[in-house]
């Protein structure tokens, strides 16, 4: 599955977008970040602060407890500052 | 109307095309955003906008859908430019048209209060050779918040 | 920057001016009013405004030094036109520049209520063929009356 | 001394503009209005409601009570509906 990643998020973790094949029992969005922090020092970096990751799924918001299919569209992301 | 793009706008063609042979129309209230000079004077800097495409138009058209169903506008318009930008140049425009000034008005600052905090735009600021990604202010998350009376998402 | 006058204005251009070259101006909020077709559809209709030269001049002046005085803005702009107007045509330009949306926002909806209570024009409806003159609204008196927290002048 | 008329003040009274001689007794804004309400059945109209009548000494708005000299541009107008 696909996941994306902006800002400094994604100068952390190297990459703007990979592909990665997440275990069966990783079934949030919340859970699906703290696994792929292990992924790298990098990763580690990005996902270190829970509270400053904002999360969508399928190009909208989502909670931490938010489920997630391997067909959607996942994005983290800092807060935003536009405007 | 939304538009999310890299090329600076005109904004009195902006405007005007809003109104244009709408006759109810009294009163017109816009927001211009322009990128300041944070490094002061003397001093080099820029900015880069960065954001989610299609996320972006997807946040900022349910937007515009919320403002219209809180006020009685006629229209509503948001352009969002991203991309390299310099101190004076255009961010963001937002406008809000209606028979009366109150909702425009309030319409007007609703949009840029949840720009600020729901549409996925990110600035990197560049000063002095050195680039840094802005941090959230709680001030906009505050001013946003004044507008959750009802759930949002 | 005050101006009265009976021609037209080029709002893109103003509001343009109001930014250029003013570095630490990152908002810019303007409201304008247009003249609405309060005949309704097919009806023709026009309004004739009226004002007291000198005295319009004045007290728009003082306005504008209230809401310097007030905010912490960068510049403000008041355009009011007097004479024959139609459906469609702008009757008021208000706009205020900061470094901040907060005080724009707040300082141009001021400007707009107290405009309303405190500058002398007067409206002179003409629908099928018959000539009114608008009376004041209640709802003006208490919008400016929001503002009015100290003394004013 | 000159008195000036707007809006539906003027249609009334039937000038923009007159000059006046008031009596030495008239020094408030609204004695002058009570008294230039007895020069004619316009100006009586006019000044019927004292309550819709607004009045400038100078071009600075004036409570009724507020004193003038002949010097004195004086106006009289309804409430504003500009904006």
């Known amino acids: 599955m696909k996941v994306l990643y902006f800002a400094w998020l994604r100068d952390r973790v190297g990459v703007a977008e990979e592909v990665v094949d997440p275990p069966g029992d990783i079934k949030t969005v919340g859970q699906l970040a703290a696994w792929l922090a292990q992924r790298s020092p990098g990763h580690a970096e990005a996902f270190a602060d829970p509270a400053a990751v904002r999360c969508a799924v399928n190009q909208d918001f989502a909670r931490a407890e938010e489920p997630f299919s391997t067909d959607d569209e ?3 992301f800092p807060p935003m500052t536009g405007g | 109307m ?3 793009q890299a ?3 005109d904004m009195g063609a902006e405007l005007e095309a809003l109104s244009q042979g709408r006759q109810n129309v009294g009163a017109v209230a816009s927001f211009l955003g322009l990128v300041r000079d944070v490094a002061g004077p003397g001093e080099l800097s820029a900015m880069t906008l960065e954001h989610y495409p299609g996320m972006t138009e997807k946040q900022l058209e349910r937007l515009e859908a919320e403002a219209l169903e809180r006020w009685p506008l ?3 318009l948001i352009i969002h430019r991203h991309g390299r930008l310099e101190p004076g140049d255009r961010i963001v425009l ?3 048209t209606s028979a009366h000034r109150q909702a425009a008005f309030e319409a007007c600052a609703f949009l840029m209060d949840w720009l600020k905090t729901k549409a996925p735009f990110w600035k990197l600021e560049e000063v002095g050779g050195q680039a840094n990604w802005v941090e959230a202010k709680e001030t906009d998350d505050e001013a946003a918040a004044r ?5 949002q998402h």
């Not at chain 2, 507008?147 to 759930?151: G, H, L, T």
């Open chain 1, 74 to 76: 996942i994005a983290f």
């Open chain 2, 74 to 76: 006629d229209r509503v």
């Open chain 2, 2 to 4: 939304i538009k999310v």
């Open chain 2, 94 to 96: 937002c406008a809000a």
């Open chain 2, 147 to 151: 507008w959750n009376e009802n759930k």
């Open chain 2, 7 to 9: 090329e600076d706008f």
